[in-house]
C-alpha cells in the first residue's frame, strides 16, 4: 500500500531552515526571528520523545544551555557554530556544574557534525558527554526521522508546517530554473515553429501508455514549441555548464517525490504545480502575468515529459525524428 510520502517534506524545510540561519549569520537559535527560537525546543521533544524545556524562560542567559529535560536529564546547546572550540567551550562553563548527573548535548543546527563525532573534547566538570551519540545535527535528526512509524511522521509534518510557515516562506533563492522561465517570457509563443524535430506518434503513444487522459490536451497543445525550447536550452547552457540539465533535474525531482502517492493526470499536474511553487519562490524570479507563467511552466514540463524526464517510456519510445 502506498503512503503518503511526508519525509521528503520534512527534510526540504529542515534543509532550508538551515540555510536561512547559515546566510543569517547568527550564531544562536534565540537570535532567531519571532517564535522560531522554540521550534527545536519542540522538534527534538516530537522527534526523540524528549521533555525539554526552554532554560532562559526560567533563568535568563543561562552560559552553555539552552534547553533542559529535567525528567531524562539532559542540558542542551543549540548553535549554528559546530566546531571543537564551540563544545569545549560549553564543558568549561560553571553553569555545567550545576547539573551533576545529567547529559550534555550539543544540538547543530545549520552544519553537518559527522566529523566532530570523532573527535575528543576536553570536559573539565566531567558532565557525561558522548561525542557519537551526544552530538546531534540535521542529518541524525532527519535520519531519526526517515525511521519513526508513518503516523509519528505525519504528526512531525504538520507540527513543522504550522511552525515554519512564517519562517521559511521569506527565503527564497536564486534558481535555474526561474531564470529560464525569464528567458521564456519574452519568447513570442503565438508564433507557430516547424514540429519537425520530433515523433508526434511517439509521443501520442507515451500519453496512451501513462494513460494520461486529461493531460493529453496539454500535451498536444505545447509540444509544438519543443524545437524552440531546445534552441532557448542551448543559449542558456552557453551561461554555464549544465544548467539546462539542473532545470530538468528540478522537475524530474517533483515528478520522482510524487509517483509513490499520485497517479496518471493527478501525478502530471502536482507536478506543474510543484514546479510552479518553486519558480515563484525563487529569488530570481522577474514577475509576470498568472496566465503567462502557468504558459510557461506547461511550455517546461512537457518538454520534460517529450524528453524522457518525467513518466514511463513504452517501449522502444524514440521521440527524435530521424
Known sequence: MNRPNYFNAIEERINLLALRIISRGRLNILDFHGHSEYFYQYLLNEVYGLKVVNENDFKQNVEAIDLIDHTNKFVLQVSSTAS?????????????????????????????ADELRKDTFKNPHGIKFNPTIDIIDKNSILSRIRGLQITDQERIYYFIKKELVAEIDPLKLETNLATVINILSREDWDKTEPIAEINSFEIERKITYNKLNAAKTIIDDYSVHYGRLDKIY??????????????????????????????????YFQVISNVQEKV???SNYTAIPFDELELCINILVVDAFIRCKIFENPENYSYATT
Open 234 to 267: 542551448s543559449e542558456f547552457d552557453s551561461l554555464g555548464s549544465n544548467k539546462s540539465s539542473s532545470v530538468l533535474s528540478t522537475i524530474r525531482q517533483e515528478y520522482a517525490k510524487n509517483k509513490s502517492i499520485l497517479y496518471e493526470d493527478q501525478l
Open 84 to 112: 571543537k572550540q564551540k563544545i569545549e567551550s560549553s564543558l568549561s562553563k560553571d553553569s555545567i556544574k550545576t547539573y551533576k548527573g545529567y547529559t550534555f548535548k550539543f544540538v547543530s543546527i545549520a552544519k553537518d
Open 280 to 282: 515563484l519562490n525563487s
